[in-house]
C-alpha cells in the first residue's frame, strides 16, 4: 500500500472523521461515496499506530467540506488498487490537454516509466462529476526504478509542461516508496547543494539530491 494508491472500503465500514472541522455534511457526503462503491485514497500513514489506515476523500468544487480525511482499521478495506493510469485518463481531457499528455506518455513507456494520475483529474473520473476547469492542474505520479529512466522522465515531463496550458504538477517516485516533486528535483539537479522535500509512507524528510538519486538502481540498461 503505498501514498496515492486506491482504497475501496465495505459500504458498512466504521471510520473516524479525522478533518479539523466536523462538518454536519461530510458523514452524509461519504456515505453517499461509499454507497456509491467509489474509492478513497491512500494518505501518509502514521508511523506508530499500524492498526489504522489513513484515507482521504476530496469532493466536488461545490461541496462543502471540499476535503475528508478518515481513519479506518483494516479489516474496512475491501480492496486496495494503484491509482489511475495515465493511459486510462487521457480520453476525459481535451484535446489541448490529451495531446502532449499522450506525448509524454509515449516518452516514460519507451523507459518502461509508469505514470498514474492522482488529483482533480482522478477524482473527476472516479466519481463521474465535474471538478476540473480549463486550466486546472494535471497532477501525475511516474514510478522509476533505476538511474537511465530519470533523466527520459524529467525530460517528459518538462515538454509536457511546455506544451500544456495548464500547470502540470506531480511527484517522481522511488522504488522504495520515496516521492519527491518533480520540478524541485529538476531544480535540484542543477543545483546539488539543494535538499528536497522527500515524501514517504510514513513521513517526510529533507534529502540532498545525491542521496536521493545513491536510492536508485545503477543498471545500465533499463529494469
Not at 31 to 51: C, G, H, K, N, Y
Not at 69 to 76: F, G
Not at 154 to 178: K, V, Y
Request: neutral net charge; hydrophobic residues 40%.
Amino acid at each position: 500500500m503505498r501514498r496515492h494508491d486506491l482504497a475501496y472500503l465495505y459500504p458498512t465500514a466504521n471510520y473516524r472523521l479525522l478533518s479539523p472541522m466536523q462538518y454536519p455534511a461530510a458523514d452524509e457526503a461519504l456515505q453517499r461515496w461509499l454507497q456509491a462503491q467509489r474509492p478513497l485514497v491512500v494518505a501518509r500513514q502514521s508511523a506508530t499506530d499500524a492498526a489504522q489506515i489513513l484515507l482521504g476523500l476530496t469532493l466536488p468544487p461545490e461541496s462543502e467540506p471540499k476535503r475528508i480525511s478518515i481513519s479506518v482499521c483494516r479489516d474496512a478495506v475491501r480492496k486496495i488498487t494503484p491509482p489511475l493510469t495515465l493511459a486510462y485518463c487521457i480520453d476525459t481531457c481535451s484535446s489541448a490537454v490529451g495531446a502532449p499528455l499522450a506525448v509524454l506518455l509515449r516518452q516514460c513507456e519507451q523507459y518502461d516509466i509508469a505514470v498514474s494520475v492522482y488529483g482533480s483529474l482522478a477524482w473527476e473520473i472516479l466519481s463521474g462529476t465535474t471538478y476540473r476547469h480549463n486550466r486546472s492542474d494535471i497532477d501525475l505520479v511516474c514510478d522509476i526504478a533505476c538511474a537511465p529512466q530519470l533523466v527520459p522522465c524529467l525530460t517528459a515531463l518538462q515538454q509536457a509542461q511546455h506544451a500544456l496550458p495548464c500547470s502540470l504538477d506531480g511527484e517522481i517516485r522511488f522504488a522504495n516508496r520515496t516521492a519527491v516533486n518533480w520540478k524541485e528535483l529538476s531544480q535540484a539537479l542543477l543545483q546539488p547543494a539543494l535538499r528536497v522535500v522527500a515524501k514517504e509512507n510514513t513521513c517526510v524528510a529533507l534529502l540532498h539530491v545525491t542521496d536521493l538519486l545513491s536510492r536508485l538502481k545503477g543498471h545500465e540498461h533499463v529494469c
